[in-house]
């Protein structure tokens, strides 16, 4: 069974920087193709943050790219997000998840960790 919970959220002024945490169930980034980290600010879509495959492969939205860094320890099953350079528009809360776990399986997701910026 894959469990994700995401911590390291928090409240940040605008330059600041935090780094977000997701502590997984045993091997899920060994045997999970695809790791991701999305955001949802109060009414807005759930939005694509940044993307990790197993073979190191990385990809950022545009609104983050150069400020955020995703990475991953698979000894530790822990997915991070290090952000920098916080604006106000990063305000969401931010979710970890997985998919290709198994032949057509489900998108597993964590259950949230808010992060706030202020001017």
């Known amino acids: 069974q894959v469990q994700l919970q995401e911590s390291g959220g928090g409240s940040v002024q605008a330059g600041g920087s935090l780094k977000l945490s997701c502590a997984a169930s045993?091997?899920?980034?060994?045997?999970?193709?695809?790791a991701r980290w999305y955001r949802q600010a109060p009414g807005k879509d759930r939005e694509l943050v940044s993307t990790?495959?197993?073979?190191?492969?990385?990809n950022y939205a545009d609104s983050v790219k150069g400020r955020f860094t995703i990475s991953q320890d698979n000894m530790k099953n822990i997915l991070y997000l290090q952000m920098n350079s916080l604006e106000t528009e990063d305000t969401a809360v931010y979710y970890c998840?997985?998919?290709?776990?198994?032949?057509?399986?489900?998108?597993?997701w964590g259950q949230g960790t808010q992060v706030t910026v202020s001017s």
């Open positions: 045993e091997y899920v980034f060994r045997r999970c193709r695809i």
């Open positions: 990790i495959k197993n073979d190191g492969t990385t």
């Open positions: 998840a997985v998919e290709g776990c198994i032949t057509d399986g489900p998108i597993y």
